[in-house]
Nanobody, 123 residues
Framework: QAQLVESGGGLVQTGDSLRLSCAAS????????MGWFRQAPGNKREFVAG????????HYSDPVKGRFTISRDSAKNTVYLQMNSLKPEDTAVYYC????????????????WGQGTQVTVSS
């Protein structure tokens, strides 16, 4: 079981960029898929992006496609979410999680969740 710790959130303005990090302690197996989710107040937690630890294959939700990029550094056991052209609707708590299912997008498919980091985009 991996422990995940997110960082990098903050308050930014519309159009700004931000990079989130998710540091994992414990082994990340090559079969893992690392994902980012977000949850805005009053909303369900929604999938944002995922990356296969071994193949580096990525998948994104439509609202962030073309603006966000997920990547990973195996030497640092860290997953990143580069967020560009941020919008007020991107405001949410962002969570990192691990799955064993390729291209998983459902919250139930993920385990080993982090505590989340707040991202606030002002207009």
């Amino acid at each position: 079981q991996a422990q995940l710790v997110e960082s990098g959130g903050g308050l930014v303005q519309t159009g700004d960029s931000l990079r989130l990090s998710c540091a994992a302690s414990g082994r990340i197996y090559s079969s893992s898929v690392m994902g980012w989710f977000r949850q805005a107040p009053g909303n369900k937690r929604e999938f944002v992006a995922g990356i296969s630890w071994s193949t580096l294959r990525t998948h994104y939700s439509d609202p962030v496609k073309g603006r966000f990029t997920i990547s990973r550094d195996s030497a640092k056991n860290t997953v990143y979410l580069q967020m560009n052209s941020l919008k007020p609707e991107d405001t949410a708590v962002y969570y990192c999680a691990r799955s064993t299912q390729q291209r998983a997008t459902q919250e139930a498919d993920y385990r080993d969740w982090g505590q989340g980091t707040q991202v606030t985009v002002s207009s």
